[in-house]
């Protein structure tokens, strides 16, 4: 069975930091990404990293604050977050591509269930 099971999600104080970290299993994925849901709003992409971990993308509202990170041979993958606003407030979702690398959102076809992340001001 594919799975994706997300953890670290929390809540964090403005300025604070996080780690997310993703679990695959079932099956060895391509492109791995982030992705995040805030109360009232679309799911909105985050970051992705390639299979390889040469090459990743980021939204701009996170880059210099997040690092999209993976191991690939344990199948996992883990969004370091630091300096972390209240506008950074959501469920955050893993998300899986069987693509060597990220070229859209629309790229992936597995999800977890996703993690709470709450940023207090």
């Known amino acids: 069975q594919v799975q994706l099971v997300e953890s670290g999600g929390g809540l964090v104080q403005a300025g604070g930091s996080l780690r997310l970290s993703c679990a695959a299993s079932?099956?060895?994925?391509?492109?791995m990404g982030w992705f995040r849901q805030a109360p009232g709003k679309e799911r909105d992409f985050v970051a992705a990293i390639s299979r390889t971990g040469t090459a990743t993308y980021y939204t701009d509202s996170v880059k210099g604050r997040f690092t999209i990170s993976r191991i690939y041979a344990k199948n996992m993958v883990y969004l370091q977050m630091y300096t972390l606003k209240p506008e950074d407030t959501a469920v955050y979702y893993c998300a899986a591509s069987f693509l060597e690398t990220y070229y859209s959102p629309n790229d992936f076809s597995n999800w977890g269930q996703g993690t709470q992340v709450t940023v207090s001001s």
């Open positions: 079932g099956r060895t994925y391509y492109t």
